[in-house]
């Protein structure tokens, strides 16, 4: 899957083994046979559960299966030279409190926020000198309206009155988060203590509706519509809508049509760092870099992190209750507890003995819908991508557009349902439905390789609505929804001189072929070269830029990382699969079927994203468990 750099660039020295893990090899003196907790997996979430245990006073240990800690929050170098934040890259949604609890700055976590925040560029023919259009957003409403105007007017005005309306159902969402769902089964089948009890977990749902007040039937209709329609009830202009509803859509094998996207476009707003709602930012270093910080924070109080150690089962005493881990190696290690930060299905498909757990609800936890449409790119390059919609500037030095998420083919949010189209029919969307020329002379700037391109300008490919056209029209491309992303624009620690990495979050892409075929090495780089196509379209020249290569198809992602499906959420954030629903009804929360087996990954509400809650809300439910043995 990667390809090896061209040695353009001479690789960073950096030390084998972080801070974190030096330490605590030598402080601890290896593994014991019992603690008190134990966790399975190092992922963010299970490094939040940890910290957390080992500041209450509960001896804790961690064990990952692979040679580094964070899970999908990890930093490799995979292109020598080349520091990748290889699956997760971006920051925003991780708990304010868990930054003040851990102390993760003064453990070592650097943030760069960015604004602008959000690139959209056109693929149109300019008119004399003028270059295409472009969308920049970020933090200053007054630009963010004169960026709109370019597109309509209308919008332009309205723009701020969304996002006020979106920033209350934000503030009223936000304590859903850090609390346990309602225990449904404790009000069914409970005690009247237990009854009593849960009664407290109904506050932040009474907080969130007196936030939303008389508008809660609009917002409402936020959570379940599909967010075309809720988006065409603000706006008029494509290019707008279309950058919106990438972020209801991404990470999700669901269109822009799909009924309750609307709540996936909520999750990507709802957080902010260091007191800006809703900002996202790279960490410097890498995402690792914030892995390392919460270990840190953990072993500092104790807590032993252990990398290369697979959890084979969970092991259960005569009574039903949990008694501790059997790793791969045959060792076993006793605890009271076991917090599993792996997927619901790895966690009680695989890990745990069936026969402790109900018949029903194995069935529900098989039936989980774990689709995934993400193909992660991971590109070395040894110069900054020039966009046509923004040059870049002669000395090649980041500009503010190359901080943001650069939305490309987003000009329409047809695009995108016809990229989710090609995945439910097992295609890549990446396939071309012509036989015409891929190569044109254009007048301003050349022969242009890459998609048919549009009679109606020698720049563009056939737009959605190229049929419209009175001359013969093939059919309309299907390409690929690409969200590309510079960090080292803001942390040149990333790579060498004069080189940049670049993160491409790609979809839609079936776990399995069309006719069952499964992904190899030929069907992956085909589908990468089809997207450097694309991006060669906005940005000619990025293809002759690139160094290296790692490609990460939903297989991949499911066997390196553990996310079933490729899934970056465990399990879809469809409304079925949230709040008291996750991972599945009545079984909500974290406490499972078997006694002291806990489940603290993206899988448990409040699902994916590095958000550190459900490993936070677990320790917190795990720890007045313990204390009441």
Not at 318 to 346: A, F, Y
Request: charged share 20%; with cysteine.
């Amino acid at each position: 899957m990667a390809a090896s750099g061209r040695g353009l660039c001479k690789a960073v020295a950096a030390s084998p083994f972080p801070a974190w893990r030096r330490d605590n090899t030598e402080a601890r003196g290896g593994l014991k046979p019992e603690y008190d907790a134990v966790v399975i997996g190092a992922g963010h979430n299970g490094l939040v559960a940890a910290a957390y245990l080992q500041r209450l006073g509960v001896n804790t240990a961690v064990f990952e299966r692979r040679h580094v800690i964070g899970g999908a929050a990890v930093t490799e170098e995979i292109i020598p030279g080349f520091k990748f934040s290889r699956a997760s890259y971006l920051l925003s949604l991780l708990r304010p409190q868990i930054y003040t609890d851990l102390e993760l700055k003064k453990h070592g976590l650097r943030l760069h926020l960015r604004n602008p925040y959000s690139f959209t560029p056109m693929l149109e023919e300019g008119a004399g000198s003028k270059v295409p259009r472009c969308l920049l957003l970020g933090t200053d409403m007054a630009e963010n309206q004169k960026q709109i105007a370019q597109f309509s007017q209308k919008d332009a005005q309205v723009f701020p009155k969304y996002e006020e309306f979106m920033h209350r159902l934000a503030l009223a969402i936000d304590p859903l988060l850090d609390a346990a769902p309602v225990d449904m089964a404790a009000f069914q089948h409970g005690s009247l203590l237990q009854r009593m009890r849960s009664l407290s977990t109904l506050k932040p749902l009474l907080k969130a509706g007196r936030i939303l007040g008389a508008q809660l039937p609009r917002y409402y209709e936020v959570l379940t519509a599909p967010i075309t329609k809720v988006l065409d009830q603000w706006f008029e202009s494509e290019p707008l809508k279309a950058t919106l509803a990438t972020d209801a859509v991404i990470g999700a094998m669901t269109s822009p049509h799909t009924p309750g996207s609307g709540y996936v476009l909520l999750h990507h707003v709802m957080g902010g760092l260091e007191g800006m709602q809703g900002a996202w930012g790279y960490v410097q270093g890498g995402m690792g870099a914030l892995s390392d910080a919460i270990a840190s924070s953990a072993t500092t109080h104790g807590a032993s992190i252990f990398t290369e150690k697979t959890v084979a089962k969970v092991q259960v005493n005569s009574e039903g209750c949990v008694q501790g881990v059997v790793l791969e190696d045959g060792t076993e290690v006793r605890s009271k507890m076991v917090l599993s930060n792996t997927s619901p299905q790895i966690t009680f498909l695989k890990l745990t003995p069936q026969e402790w757990l109900p018949e029903e609800f194995l069935e529900r936890i098989s039936q989980l819908d774990t689709r995934s449409p993400v193909t992660k790119i991971n590109v070395a390059v040894d110069r900054l991508p020039s966009f046509l919609a923004a040059p870049n500037a002669p000395r090649g030095q980041p500009l503010p557009h190359h901080q943001c998420s650069i939305h490309l083919n987003c000009e329409d949010t047809l695009l995108l349902h016809q990229a989710f189209e090609d995945a439910m029919d097992g295609l890549p969307s990446h396939r071309w439905t012509t036989t015409v020329a891929v190569e044109r002379q254009s007048p301003r700037i050349g022969v242009i390789s890459g998609p048919p391109l549009c009679p109606k300008s020698s720049r563009m490919p056939y737009p959605p609505h190229c049929c419209s056209l009175d001359l013969p029209s093939p059919p309309c491309p299907h390409r690929p929804v690409i969200e590309l992303c510079i960090p080292s624009s803001l942390d040149p620690t990333l790579a060498p001189p004069g080189c940049h990495v670049v993160s491409l979050f790609t979809q839609y892409m079936p776990y399995t072929l069309a006719g069952g075929k499964a992904w190899d090495e030929q069907e992956r780089d085909a589908y990468a070269d089809r997207v450097f196509d694309c991006i060669e379209v906005y940005a000619p020249g990025f293809k002759d830029s690139v160094v290296g290569r790692d490609i990460l198809t939903p297989p991949d992602l499911e066997r390196i990382f553990g996310l079933p499906g490729g899934n970056i959420f465990h399990c879809a954030m469809s409304l079925d699969q949230l709040y008291f629903a996750r991972p599945v009804p009545l079984h909500s929360g974290y406490r499972c079927p078997l006694q002291g087996l806990y489940l603290c990954g993206s899988g448990a509400h409040p699902g994916g994203g590095v958000m550190g809650a459900a490993g936070r809300n677990a320790a917190h439910v795990a720890f007045r468990d313990l204390k009441s043995m």
